[in-house]
């Protein structure tokens, strides 16, 4: 049995405890906030699960093995966290993402379906789409039940044994040692030091990390008009209309229809950027991204946004990065929150020698 020292109590830190706790390791949790953080972003309603990945076919075949993943994690907890409505990435113009996605599910033979302008709007009767859109969708996809899922992963680590150190800021490492720091001035060591601290590492390693990319983002969540409200429950998850980058998140299990738009982002540390928002303006900018495409824009009702932070690397590529024996994974960009429990089975895979460092990384990189 080998000591396993995790800094962070999000999805990736969390999901890392669960599988060393199935191993048999003895595992310690260091959390700087409440356990779970409403603040991490790993919380929130929901997050979106697809296979729609433009060129990125690794990303696109890890998603089968994420799916598998997720359902070890449902038979340990006991409750299934996720629907499935399927996803799909709308094309405006050629060479875009849908245009690529559905190149890369045809390369790989990923199951998908091909919709002509008429069928999307017949799935989603709320979108009025320009003449030529089209559209590819996969199966399953849809939202995982976020907050749901870590409280839930939380009350199982507890119950196996894991020890969770909320409110435990860790203000320095030793990678050599694995050894973390608190703010009391004692320390923790591990046989492996897991450093899963997202958007805060530039934080909590400086040295190393200052040049990350780090980023505030917020979605919006809105209620549509009452005749759509079905048909936004039923329909696909959108993953993107043409270059737009916006996407949406169905208002199932009571989580709310959810509106994202990615350059929205702003680069910014989380001490800087805060967690408040500007509600007229920022959901005003999220909306209108939206607007031309949705049928009766005017009856929509912007509810309330959704602060987060992740660090987003222009590579697109996640980073896993061992020093003795700490092991830093960063980079989880808008994306890991669906990779988690697998990411967390190969950690431990790696740290008990089923595979290399380097498989690891190269693997995580979406190579
Ligand atoms: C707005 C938004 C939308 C997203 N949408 C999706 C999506 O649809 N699908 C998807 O798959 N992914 C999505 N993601 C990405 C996904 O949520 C993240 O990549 C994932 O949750 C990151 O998990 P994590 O455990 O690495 O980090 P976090 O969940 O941020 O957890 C890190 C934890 O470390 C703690 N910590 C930091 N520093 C210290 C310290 N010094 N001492 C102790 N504790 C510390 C923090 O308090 C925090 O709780 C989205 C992210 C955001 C922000």
């Not at 996720?82 to 799909?88: L, V, W």
């Not at 009025?128 to 039940?145: H, I, M, R």
């Amino acid at each position: 049995m080998a000591k396993i020292v995790i800094i962070g109590a999000g999805i990736v830190g969390l999901s890392t405890a669960r599988a060393a706790r199935q191993k048999g390791h003895e595992v310690t949790i260091l959390e700087q906030g409440p356990v779970p953080n409403p603040q991490s972003a790993s919380f929130d309603n929901h997050r979106l699960i697809r296979y729609p990945y433009a060129a990125a076919a690794g990303y696109t075949r890890m998603v089968t093995e994420a799916f598998a993943a997720w359902e070890r994690v449902w038979r340990d907890i006991g409750a299934v966290h996720f629907e499935s409505t399927g996803a799909i990435a709308i094309s405006l113009e050629p060479g875009d993402y849908a245009d690529k996605t559905r190149a890369t599910f045809r390369e790989i033979g990923l199951p998908h379906e091909e919709h002509d302008r008429a069928g999307i709007e017949t799935l989603c009767p709320h979108l009025t789409l320009p003449q030529g859109a089209w559209g590819v969708s996969a199966s399953p996809g849809g939202p995982l039940f976020a907050n749901r899922i870590v409280t839930d992963l939380v009350k199982w680590l507890t119950a196996h044994g894991v020890t969770i150190e909320a409110n435990t800021r860790v203000t320095r490492v030793d990678e050599a040692s694995g050894t973390a720091w608190v703010e009391d001035g004692s320390s923790r060591t591990g046989d492996l030091l897991l450093i899963a601290a997202g958007a805060w590492l530039p934080h909590l390693m400086p040295e190393k990390f200052s040049d990350l990319y780090v980023y505030r983002q917020a979605l919006l969540y809105v209620d549509p008009p009452k005749q759509y409200e079905e048909s936004w429950r039923k329909a696909p998850a959108i993953v993107v209309i043409g270059q737009q980058g916006g996407y949406t998140l169905p208002d199932l299990q009571g989580a709310g229809l959810k509106f994202g738009y990615s350059p929205h982002r702003r680069r910014i540390l989380p001490g800087d950027g805060g967690f408040a928002s500007d509600f007229a303006s920022e959901s005003k900018f999220i909306f209108d991204s939206f607007r031309p495409w949705l049928n009766d824009a005017d009856a929509y009702r912007p509810q309330r946004m959704q602060v987060g932070y992740y660090i987003l690397d222009p590579s697109r590529r996640f980073r896993f990065e061992k020093t003795g024996r700490a092991l830093v994974v960063t980079n989880c960009d808008g994306q890991m929150f669906k990779f988690g429990p697998l990411v967390g089975e190969r950690i431990i895979g790696m740290f008990e020698g089923h595979e290399t460092m380097d498989s690891l990384a190269h693997w995580a990189a979406g190579y």
